[in-house]
């Protein structure tokens, strides 16, 4: 271990907990999510995370953040940071996922990022939208506006990416069980990972199952439930962080709830990419792997279920 200063930019580097994907390839358990980050506070976000040890950094093409991400990453390269040692994911827009449109928009992605290859590339969701740059069209009747392109379609044109050497790995975005099958029984290559929200209010246990009997590694987007922002209440859902149960356990192992979120995940190997935050947050998030949660911590935890989903997609 390189044991350095943060507030130089020269922190503590120390090797973090992966999971291996289907591919051999290992993923850290423990990422940095982009999803809501612009501009100058993504691009000073990734540049503390990677500082802090962060070796996975989650973007998209819908998030309209790469090239911010691309110039941390690329500032960190040239002064010794290896590409070979940070997992880069990005995502395919539902806007392309016409088979004439997979291609240009991952090296679209590429560009931005000032990448060679992504060590994974996700489809977003498993719904096509009308061709274009408006990322969210909609019919005059309110409804979005959706193409007639089943995801498979699309899938196999991804399988040519990774045969190209553009990306490493290939895998889906909030696709639920029925839809994974689809995928295994009909495509030439399985996918690595499937993204999905996940947290102590919407455990995905029998997702979980699944993917794990599947080889396909499960990735938690806001693993904290988006604590402070307005979406929880709106649905009837109380803050994950101030949950009771998680504040006690939280007490007894002197750790942040926050931080019994995320280590809740990382013990199911459910990889983890908290959202863009402040630097302080950014670090407290990472100092997980000094402390286990006990079997009766865990299904104290795992009871908390409430179906609670805050991300509704409904095209």
């Not at 093409?61 to 691309?70: A, D, L």
């Not at 590429?110 to 009308?130: Q, S, W």
């Not at 050497?165 to 030439?188: D, H, Y």
């Not at 803050?239 to 002197?254: A, F, L, N």
Request: net charge neutral.
């Amino acid at each position: 271990m390189k044991v350095v200063d943060i507030e130089t930019e020269k922190v503590a580097v120390m090797t973090w907990p992966a999971v291996r994907l289907c591919t051999g390839a290992s993923m850290p358990l423990l990422g940095l999510g982009t999803w809501l980050a612009r501009q100058n506070e993504c691009y000073q976000a990734v540049k503390t995370g990677l500082s802090m040890g962060y070796r996975l950094i989650d973007t998209a093409e819908y998030y309209q953040n790469e090239r911010e991400v691309g110039r941390a990453l690329v500032e960190k390269f040239t002064t010794g940071l290896r590409r070979e040692d940070v997992f880069v994911t990005s995502k395919l827009w539902n806007t392309r996922h016409h088979p004439d449109d997979v291609l240009p928009a991952c090296e679209r992605s590429l560009r931005d990022l000032g990448l060679d290859y992504l060590d994974l590339y996700l489809m977003h969701f498993p719904v096509a939208y009308a061709r274009g740059n408006n990322f969210n069209p909609f019919k005059v009747n309110g409804q979005a506006d959706t193409l007639d392109i089943h995801f498979m379609e699309t899938w196999k044109v991804m399988e040519k990416l990774v045969d190209a050497g553009l990306v490493k790995a290939i895998g889906v975005s909030s696709f639920n069980i029925s839809q994974l099958e689809e995928v295994l029984t009909n495509g030439r290559i399985k996918p690595a990972v499937n993204q999905v929200e996940c947290h102590p209010y919407l455990g995905c246990h029998r997702l979980l199952k699944y993917c794990t009997a599947k080889d396909i590694v499960l990735t938690a987007f806001c693993p904290l439930a988006r604590p402070g922002a307005k979406g929880p209440e709106q649905f009837g859902l109380g803050s994950v962080v101030e949950d009771p149960e998680i504040m006690e356990i939280s007490k007894k192992h002197g750790k942040t709830p926050a931080q019994v979120c995320l280590k809740w995940n990382i013990q199911r190997n459910v990889v983890v990419i908290p959202g863009i935050a402040p630097p302080t947050w950014i670090k407290e998030n990472s100092q997980i792997f000094d402390f286990e949660l006990s079997k009766d911590d865990m299904s104290a935890i795992n009871d908390l279920e409430r179906n609670g989903r805050l991300v509704r997609f409904e095209p």
